[in-house]
Nanobody, 123 residues
């Protein structure tokens, strides 16, 4: 599986962005998907995950209520809608896919990674 993340950019605090992650391959619907982020000098951290059907999602406490993960299996794409952005959301955002059953919360849970897209939130 190859993953291509896009949609990052520069936005003011309180603004919104929608990230997309396009996946190659015909088995996209069988993969659990996740979003992670990494700020300069920090470890990569979990943001959100979604089940293969889209019926189950889970979020980091820091983004709960502001971010929404969704997927369109017909388009082989997973999305991250980010609202009410804060300067502390500034990071490179990565999408990832997981072959095994069950949502994934750690970097070690995932098998494939996209290249990352920069999100910068100005105050």
């Amino acid at each position: 599986v190859q993953l291509q993340a896009s949609g990052g950019g520069l936005v003011q605090a309180g603004g919104s962005l929608r990230l997309s992650c396009a996946a190659s391959g015909r088995t996209f619907s069988r993969y659990v998907m996740g979003w992670f982020r990494q700020a300069p000098g920090k470890e990569r951290e979990f943001v959100a995950t979604i089940s293969w059907s889209g019926s189950n999602t889970y979020y980091a406490d820091s983004v709960k209520g502001r971010f929404t993960i969704s997927r369109d299996n017909a388009k082989n794409t997973v999305y991250l809608q980010m609202n009410s952005l804060k300067p502390e959301d500034t990071a490179v955002y990565y999408c990832a896919s997981k072959r095994s059953v069950g949502l994934g919360y750690g970097t070690d849970d995932y098998d494939y990674w996209g290249q990352g897209t920069q999100v910068t939130v100005s105050s």
